[in-house]
């Protein structure tokens, strides 16, 4: 049984920055899985935010955070991180961890939520003006 585990979310002023956490289990990783970070803001879709191979380091921002938001892993400790720096209002949201098998490439897969296969459970990110 797969299990997302987020931590990390809080709340900081615009310009701060937060580290999220996601402690994966029962995840098997390939050549061709991932792990990535979606996000929600009140009366919004949830959107992909970053993703990552779990075999390669090769990755995908959405366009609002790139040079802001650097995602990594560590499959030792089966643990994603999403660095959030330079936080602005608009990142305010539950950001959810989210793994699962590429569907046509990271790119589609991460723009796309219903393509995902596991959803942890959210964590709250509040950024004050």
């Known amino acids: 049984q797969v299990q997302l585990a987020e931590s990390g979310g809080g709340s900081v002023q615009a310009g701060g920055s937060l580290r999220l956490s996601c402690a994966v289990s029962?995840?098997?990783?390939?050549?061709?899985?991932?792990m990535g970070w979606f996000r929600q803001a009140p009366g919004k879709e949830r959107e992909g935010v970053a993703g990552?191979?779990?075999?390669?380091?090769?990755?995908w921002y959405a366009d609002s955070v790139k040079g802001r938001f650097t995602i990594s892993r560590d499959n030792a400790k089966n643990t994603l991180y999403l660095q959030m720096n330079s936080l602005k209002p608009e990142d305010t949201a539950m950001y959810y961890c989210?793994?699962?098998?590429?569907?046509?490439?990271?790119?589609?897969?991460?723009?796309?939520?219903?393509?995902?296969?596991?959803w942890g459970k959210g964590t709250l990110v509040t950024i004050s003006s």
């Open positions: 029962g995840f098997t990783y390939s050549s061709y899985t991932y």
């Open positions: 990552i191979y779990t075999g390669r380091d090769f990755t």
């Open positions: 989210a793994a699962g098998t590429v569907k046509q490439s990271l790119r589609v897969t991460m723009r796309n939520p219903k393509l995902v296969d596991y």
